[in-house]
């Protein structure tokens, strides 16, 4: 790329995207400080001295009533453990990253004289504010061969979460160029280990912005479409003057000779909008630790629609009726906009949920195909389950506390009621059940209603509800999200389908008919013969 257009480019896209950055809680760092963070190295990707200071700030050791810090020892090592993970493929060695940043890791430590493993976390998961978040641009990154510069780099506590590439508007395919350049990257031949630590990938050209996670193939890249009312608040920080002398430095050096500092109010464009929700630091950890999973060795992060459905039926069960029970609801997601994967994330939700534990999971559907569907998604995204084998295998299992998640068929709830002595009264149960509008809501559901009399109903359906089936729901508890299939096709979630009428041209062996007919009728009246031509006759 020649310098005119690099300028341009960073004019158009970059340098805005750099400027709210900052506004909305990451600190500036220039490229040649981070490179000197990494002791010149372009194959270390981590800012160690920020990570290692943050671990130590982050981690104590808690030791009958006494809190203590862990020793600089412990500290390195973790550090260190963090950035030698075995190269495994990269989704496989993402997922590793991946699990040590959200679990964290047991070290073993004398303290006292007494030898005990005490837990060590990354990241503080639920206080966002004791987390350290950085921005740098022009962050060179090197494989085996290739050295490879990436155009914005958010870190947390030193480590690169998210990596962006940006295009002037007015280049053509600009975003697809820009994916394409995330791809690249990835790829063997080039440098896959600093996609190994990133949690969110982001293309963007201004008025177009998509988002994915390492190794998302092209096609499956979404748009995010936010559902709260942000336009005055990003309105207000595109327009705030520049105030980091860091950062004004790096303006005077690389963008303006000339620059001075001054309000340059306007209008926030869709790069704007999308970057406040997707990269703002409380939303950034929410929807890595709460809205991804691996499944079959294929990263996935929330939809806007996905999330925002198990937001709102999170805030759902936390509501109660007269009764105390919580309230549960009908989740209307057109076919192809991934409601078995809303189902994983509304478990990860309820997992790291304080105020709602313990709890279980029951999965119901009407067919043993969508049974062992949703039965290996759950396994192969980590998350243990137990699949009922009969109406008494289902019985033994919701009378088991130990067995945090069941899949079963709605049929062997009638086998399972056989047993009268046997019900289950939690109010802490949560049945999920997929294609509700099929059998749900009729004798199944009162079965279902008998064996758990306090449980939470949340249905999920990817079929358009018919006048009498949305009664039906509102009685389940109400319609809690919709997202239809005209807003899929404009989110390029699905492809639209087009319906063409043709007209067959059908040939009947009339005479021959009317010989077989008449043979079929002898003996017959002539009523019985008149009622069976106009019964049949189609």
């Not at 699949?387 to 068929?409: C, F, M, W, Y």
Request: with cysteine.
């Amino acid at each position: 790329m020649n310098k005119t257009n690099s300028y341009l480019e960073d004019k158009d896209s970059q340098l805005p995207a750099l400027r709210l950055l900052q506004q909305i809680g990451y600190s500036y760092i220039s490229p040649e400080k981070t490179l000197e963070m990494r002791d010149g190295l372009l194959t270390r990707f981590v800012l160690t001295d920020i990570l290692e200071e943050q671990l130590s700030n982050i981690n104590r050791i808690e030791y009958k009533g006494e809190t203590l810090p862990f020793p600089d020892s412990a500290i390195s090592r973790a550090a260190y453990d963090l950035q030698q993970q075995p190269d495994e493929g990269l989704v496989k060695t993402n997922e590793k990253i991946y699990d040590l940043l959200t679990l964290g890791k047991s070290y073993e430590q004398v303290v006292k004289g007494d030898k005990k493993s005490f837990p060590f976390k990354y990241v503080d998961w639920e206080h966002s504010e004791n987390n350290v978040y950085h921005v740098t641009d022009e962050f060179e990154i090197k494989g085996k061969q290739k050295v490879r510069r990436v155009d914005i780099v958010l870190f947390v506590n030193g480590i690169p979460f998210v990596a962006i590439e940006n295009k002037r508007r007015d280049k053509k395919n600009a975003l697809d160029e820009a994916i394409s350049q995330h791809l690249r990257n990835q790829s063997k031949e080039e440098v896959p280990g600093f996609f190994h630590f990133s949690q969110m990938l982001i293309a963007t050209s201004v008025n177009e912005l998509s988002y994915a996670t390492a190794g998302t193939s092209k096609k499956f890249w979404a748009v995010w479409r936010e559902e709260e009312e942000i336009e005055e608040k990003v309105a207000e920080l595109v327009s705030r003057p520049d105030t980091d002398s860091n950062w004004i430095e790096r303006l005077r050096s690389h963008y303006y000779e000339s620059y001075q500092q001054k309000e340059i109010p306007r209008k926030p464009t869709r790069q704007d909008l999308n970057l406040y929700s997707l990269c703002r630091p409380d939303r950034l950890l929410e929807l890595t630790r709460n809205f991804t999973v691996f499944d079959n060795n294929t990263r996935k992060i929330a939809r806007y629609q996905q999330y925002f459905s198990v937001k709102r039926m999170m805030n759902r069960i936390r509501q109660t009726d007269e009764e105390g029970n919580r309230k549960g609801g009908v989740i209307w997601h057109t076919q192809g906009s991934g409601k078995s994967i809303t189902m994983i994330f509304m478990s990860k939700n309820l997992a790291v949920a304080d105020d709602i534990s313990p709890h279980r999971i029951l999965l119901v559907t009407d067919r043993t195909d969508l049974d062992d569907q949703l039965t290996k998604t759950f396994k192969s995204c980590g998350k243990e389950i137990v699949q009922a084998k009969t109406g008494t295998h289902l019985a033994r299992l919701i009378q088991d506390p130990g067995v945090e998640n069941i899949s079963t068929i709605i049929n062997k709830f009638h086998a399972a009621l056989n047993r009268k002595t046997f019900v289950e009264t939690s109010r802490n149960i949560f049945v999920l059940i997929d294609e509700s509008h099929r059998t749900q809501y009729g004798m199944m559901h009162q079965r279902m209603k008998k064996i758990l009399p306090n449980a939470c109903y949340i249905g999920f359906t990817g079929t358009p509800l018919m006048k009498n089936e949305k009664n039906t729901a509102a009685r389940f508890g109400g319609i809690i999200d919709s997202y239809s299939m005209d807003q899929a096709v404009k989110d390029r979630a699905v492809v639209p389908i087009i319906y063409e009428g043709r007209a067959a041209k059908l040939d009947t062996w009339r005479e021959k008919l009317d010989r077989e007919f008449d043979r079929d009728m002898e003996g017959m009246s002539e009523d019985q013969v008149s009622d069976y031509k106009r019964r049949y006759s189609t």
